[in-house]
């Protein structure tokens, strides 16, 4: 069935280490987007890319980096540079043209911890 | 510069009573905008959307109110349920008809008490 699979589910990381979050779509969604959710905090936008091997940043992009090789595929690595990447990641995506019905669908997210 | 706002952190109702949720927004560009619900530890899901060629929506329970002129937008929720609980937000996508940036307001964090 037709969905976003995001994983892992939890992830730990050390110090200084880089790590990757996966997120896969078979909506055939053009629009892909990954966003941060802090304790008591809203969604704030990573990235996102409308079209494969194009992203943009968005409001808070550094220390992540993305690709988009695949339609499929948008994973979000948090680099060493991210100083305070504890987190709960959600990745979502969108047709690319809306129309009155269109709505972003979610995958489970992420939690990664920093140990 | 944050374009949607949701100026509530929290709201508590009861049961069976109405809930509203408040959301603003700056960008004029902004012509159609969406409504989330969000469980801890989950994926945001759909709610209900709203266009800017109207001022209401309405699916069930929920209702969407959009005011271009004051830049608002609110979510009834009749009658409130329990299972309600829930952090709300809502978003806007970048602007005509492709989506680009999609921008989410802070949320607000209701209650809804037995």
């Known amino acids: 069935d037709g969905g976003i699979t995001q994983s892992p589910k939890y992830l730990f990381r050390k110090e200084g280490q880089n790590v990757t979050l996966s997120c896969e779509q078979n909506l055939n969604h053009d629009a892909m987007y990954w966003y941060r959710q802090d304790p008591g905090q809203g969604l704030r936008l990573i990235y996102y890319s409308q079209i494969v091997n194009d992203f943009q940043k968005g409001d808070i992009a550094e220390g992540y980096s993305v690709s988009r090789e695949k339609k499929e595929s948008f994973p979000l690595t948090v680099t060493s540079a991210q100083k305070n990447p504890t987190a709960f990641y959600l990745c979502?995506?969108?047709?690319?043209?809306?129309?009155?019905?269109?709505?972003?669908?979610f995958g489970q997210g992420t939690r990664l911890t920093v140990v | 510069d944050q374009q949607v706002k949701q100026n509530s952190p929290s709201l508590s109702v009861q049961e069976g009573r109405i809930s509203i949720l408040n959301c603003d927004y700056t960008?004029?560009?902004?012509?159609?905008f969406l409504w989330y619900k969000k469980y801890p530890a989950e994926g945001p899901t759909f709610l209900i959307s709203?266009?800017?060629?109207?001022d209401k929506n309405e699916d069930g329970r929920f209702t969407v109110f959009l005011n271009k002129s004051a830049k608002h937008l609110s979510l009834h929720i009749v009658p409130s349920q329990p299972g309600d609980s829930a952090v709300y937000f809502c978003a806007a996508p970048g602007g005509g008809t492709s989506y680009g940036k999609l921008t989410f307001g802070q949320g607000t964090i209701l209650t809804v008490h037995p």
């Open positions: 709203i266009s800017s060629i109207k």
């Open positions: 960008n004029s560009m902004f012509d159609y």
């Open positions: 979502a995506t969108l047709p690319r043209q809306s129309s009155m019905n269109t709505e972003a669908f």
